[in-house]
């Protein structure tokens, strides 16, 4: 049955190719602009990466006119601050950020300053205050997971206040998206698993979803299909070039899912247990995601049977809840292979939860923003034996 109701708005141009992100003069002469600021953080620097790109921009007659890589494991604001006054002073006309979700958030959030001048907090609090397009920003990412390189929100932890501010615009939409497989080749295998799993989680809550589409659907379902595939392979053998393609592309298709359709109990979770015990949020992801379905099921075993074919899980003769079960049980073999690597916990026990971390999980899942898209209405009673399942 089709929503009464959907928008898919996608502006984010993507390319894909392996070593593509040393070779962009064909995309930046569409785009026409000459000064590029770079955003990253240490990490990615050491490896090269950050250097890797410059080169590639300077050999074909473009300018890198400053670097920001002090962006620290989560966005903040004082970094955006001191950020955007470079960016300003620099003489860019643009942005790249090359990084995981942090590093491109942040540079999302310093998109508004470094184009519109500002206050971050003080003028653009809230969804879609930007009323027109921000400068240029090409997103590199370095990790197949968060999606945010076609996501419109950046999220932003305010460290004076211990807040966690969400800037949710159609115009922080990057202009392009450059997918290179070679840019996630060093990423181990504990953070292979755990953005893979964030990605696997964006997928499945989207498919369920109440907003979901049957465009955010395919994109969803295809994301799955390739994670199935490709995110063992990747973090049993990192150098796997193909398998690191498979998950970059599914971790980007799963972020245009989830932008449309939202995610759900799942998220809402991973969201507490990361504020309350520093649990990273792919982890979160990853231990939580078949107790949420469980949670959900009656809710949403029709379509998660649905889900069947593209998991490779049996569906044919069987009833919808059977093939559900099948759906729920194949994740839970992916994410037991992956804890045999040694790459990812499956009990929150093991990421220093603590005993009575259960009910504080499930109380803060009923108070984040993303309970409100769950399929089932949320309920703290009725959740908690699941976070405790999990446990
Ligand atoms: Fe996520």
Redesign the pocket.
């Known amino acids: 049955m089709l929503p009464e109701f959907f928008e898919f708005y996608n502006p984010t141009k993507i390319v894909y190719q392996i070593g593509i992100a040393t070779d962009l003069k064909p995309e930046l002469d569409i785009i026409g602009i000459k000064k590029y600021f770079i955003i990253s953080d240490h990490v990615i620097s050491d490896l090269g990466l950050v250097q890797k790109v410059a080169d590639g921009l300077a050999n074909v007659g473009f300018e890198t006119v400053g670097r920001y890589l002090d962006v620290a494991q989560d966005a903040r604001l004082n970094d955006v601050k001191k950020c955007a006054d470079l960016v300003k002073a620099s003489g860019a006309e643009g942005i790249i950020s090359i990084g995981g979700?942090s590093v491109i958030d942040t540079a999302k959030a310093v998109n508004i300053l470094f184009s519109e001048g500002g206050d971050l907090v003080d003028d653009y609090s809230g969804a879609h205050t930007l009323t027109r397009p921000l400068k240029p920003h090409i997103v590199i990412p370095t990790t197949a997971?968060?999606?945010s390189e076609v996501t419109m929100a950046a999220v932003i932890y305010d460290e004076d206040n211990k807040e966690k501010l969400a800037f949710p615009d159609k115009f922080l939409l990057p202009n392009l998206a450059v997918l290179d497989p070679e840019m996630t080749l060093s990423l181990p295998p504990k953070m292979t698993a755990a953005t893979g799993m964030?990605?696997m989680?964006?997928a499945v809550e989207a498919y369920v979803g109440i907003q979901s589409s049957p465009i955010s659907d395919v994109m969803a379902a295809g994301a799955i299909e390739l994670i199935m595939k490709n995110l063992v392979r990747a973090v049993e053998n990192g150098d796997d070039i193909e398998a690191r393609g498979g998950m970059l592309v599914a971790a980007t298709m799963a972020g245009i899912a989830?932008t449309h359709s939202m995610?759900g109990v799942v998220?809402a979770m991973?969201h507490a247990a990361g504020a309350h015990y520093r649990v990273p949020?792919?982890v979160a992801?990853g231990i939580l995601l078949p107790y949420g379905l469980d949670y959900n099921f009656d809710f949403i075993y029709e379509k998660l049977a649905r889900l069947a074919p593209v998991m490779g899980v049996a569906a044919q003769g069987i009833s919808d809840e059977d093939a559900a079960r099948n759906v729920i049980a194949a994740i839970r073999s992916m994410t037991g292979k992956l804890n045999e690597l040694g790459a990812l916990p499956i009990r929150l026990r093991d990421t220093g939860v603590p005993e009575d971390g259960p009910a504080v999980i499930a109380e803060g899942a009923l108070n984040d923003g993303s309970s409100f898209y769950n399929p089932r209405p949320m309920d703290e009673e009725e959740l908690l034996p699941y976070v405790q399942n999990a446990y």
Do not use: L, P, Y
Request: glycine share 26%; net charge negative; no cysteine.
């Open positions: 979700g997971g968060t999606g964030d990605a989680t964006h989830f995610v998220h991973a949020h792919g992801n």
